[in-house]
């Protein structure tokens, strides 16, 4: 399955608060419900938050691609509340603890697409072939001190991200801005994604 983005760019507003980003170390004690005993955060969701649109809140799924050399799938956002949703667990594999999505069964690692000048540049990938960038975990905080609640994901303190609606699968994929600097496409908007139980403040 693929999608095409608009070439010319959007000038548009965005709802995401102004907050400092404060990477955490990607090991699983950082992410929620973290149980010692088995090493294991989870399971819990992936959802949209700060869109200021009605999706905040929105849970996570995976959408299938046929190119299975580039990997299983993408990890985007449901338009809608009320879906049922994969667990979503950090684990290790091997040496390194990662989040995974479990897809029939088993989990499958989650990382972030470095296919530059690619359609696919800057998703979240589950089961992908070429290594992606990790998926960390952040804490933001707001210019008089006060965190912001929750624990939100991106890379290399980058933590927000461009949601589209995909036509075909009906769900928003999620796109990381690496660059502060880079500008929404055609029918993009910015958001943050957090990781936890949407019903709990943190």
């Given amino acids: 399955?693929?999608?095409?983005?608009?070439?010319?760019?959007?000038?548009?507003?965005s709802a995401v608060p102004e907050v400092t980003v404060v990477p955490k170390e990607l090991e699983c004690g950082n992410f929620p419900f973290y149980r010692q005993y088995s090493s294991v955060a989870g399971p819990f969701s992936i959802f949209a938050d700060s869109t200021g649109t009605e999706i905040d809140?929105?849970?996570?799924?995976?959408?299938?691609?046929?190119?299975?050399?580039?990997?299983?799938?993408?990890?985007?956002?449901?338009?809608?509340?009320?879906?049922?949703?994969?667990?979503?667990?950090?684990?290790?594999?091997?040496a390194a603890e990662m989040l995974a999505v479990n897809v029939d069964g088993n989990?499958?690692?989650?990382?972030?697409?470095?296919?530059?000048y690619h359609e696919y540049d800057g998703l979240v990938f589950v089961k992908t072939v070429a290594p992606g960038a990790p998926i960390q975990p952040h804490w933001h905080y707001y210019a008089n001190g006060t965190r912001q609640a929750g624990t939100f994901l991106g890379w290399n303190n980058s933590t927000t991200w461009a949601y589209l609606l995909d036509s075909q699968s009906q769900h928003y994929?999620?796109?990381?801005?690496?660059?502060?600097a880079q500008k929404l496409y055609e029918g993009e908007f910015a958001g943050?994604?957090?990781?936890?139980?949407?019903s709990l403040s943190d």
């Fill in 1 to 13: 399955m693929r999608f095409f983005l608009a070439l010319a760019a959007a000038a548009a507003v």
């Fill in 57 to 94: 809140g929105n849970k996570g799924t995976y959408t299938t691609i046929s190119e299975v050399d580039i990997a299983t799938g993408w990890f985007g956002i449901y338009p809608q509340k009320g879906y049922a949703t994969p667990q979503v667990q950090c684990q290790a594999f091997g």
């Fill in 107 to 116: 989990f499958q690692p989650l990382s972030i697409s470095e296919y530059i």
């Fill in 173 to 180: 994929r999620i796109r990381l801005l690496t660059d502060a």
């Fill in 192 to 198: 943050f994604v957090r990781v936890g139980d949407p």
